[in-house]
T-cell receptor
Framework: SQTIHQWPATLVQPVGSPLSLECTVEGTSNPNLYWYRQAAGRGLQLLFYSVGIGQISSEVPQNLSASRPQDRQFILSSKKLLLSDSGFYLC??????????????FGNGTRLTVT | KQEVTQIPAALSVPEGENLVLNCSFTDSAIYNLQWFRQDPGKGLTSLLLIQSSQREQTSGRLNASLDKSSGRSTLYIAASQPGDSATYLCAVRHSGGSNYKLTFGKGTLLTVNP
């Protein structure tokens, strides 16, 4: 069966420090990968998605970047964190659209607090 | 632009009650609709997925229906239990060239009182 791992679970970082959040998926190949941010009262916001290695699309301009160095690895990064980057970050995967159903599956999330 | 609305924003019911959560979307050109559950501080857990060609899906005490033409879905929970307390979110997957993208509602916070 497929599983998704996301770490760390919580992170407290000072303003201006770098960020690296990692997500890996097991038990599937060529997944679509996603980074979402969830803010109170604003719902889930899609930050990045990837349909393959090295293929990253950004949904919103921001202080963050994403990379996909391997088929089942997705990394969210920042060179210098801002206070506004605080939030709950969720990694997700799905089979490619066209695969029957294509459900979306989420990791357990990372609570990031920028101080 | 696809918009997804969930009503009510919060719901409190006594244990054992049957209940319905509502989800509406503005663009009927969807690939599928998915219902999720989120416990505080946790990720989202997939409950049910309905393809655009389907009318309903069932899993245990949960039943989700889809009326694509009217832009509505409902999640029916039978014989509610305190363990059902959580936030329930619906999401629609866009069709066509944007089929990588899902639009989420803001969720319904359900509290089942013992």
């Amino acid at each position: 069966s497929q599983t998704i791992h996301q770490w760390p679970a919580t992170l407290v970082q000072p303003v201006g420090s770098p960020l690296s959040l990692e997500c890996t998926v097991e038990g599937t190949s060529n997944p679509n990968l996603y980074w979402y941010r969830q803010a109170a009262g604003r719902g889930l916001q899609l930050l990045f998605y990837s349909v393959g290695i090295g293929q990253i699309s950004s949904e919103v301009p921001q202080n963050l970047s994403a990379s996909r160095p391997q088929d089942r690895q997705f990394i969210l990064s920042s060179k210098k964190l801002l206070l506004s980057d605080s939030g709950f970050y969720l990694c997700a995967w799905s089979p490619p659209p066209g695969t029957y159903n294509s459900p979306l599956h989420f990791g357990n999330g990372t609570r990031l607090t920028v101080t | 632009k696809q918009e997804v609305t969930q009503i009510p924003a919060a719901l409190s019911v006594p244990e054992g009650e049957n209940l319905v959560l509502n989800c509406s979307f503005t663009d009927s050109a969807i690939y599928n609709l998915q219902w999720f559950r989120q416990d505080p501080g946790k990720g989202l857990t997939s409950l049910l997925l309905i393809q655009s060609s389907q009318r309903e899906q069932t899993s245990g005490r949960l039943n989700a229906s889809l009326d694509k033409s009217s832009g509505r879905s409902t999640l029916y929970i039978a014989a509610s239990q305190p363990g059902d307390s959580a936030t329930y979110l619906c999401a629609v997957r866009h069709s066509g060239g944007s089929n990588y993208k899902l639009t989420f509602g803001k969720g319904t916070l359900l509290t089942v009182n013992p």
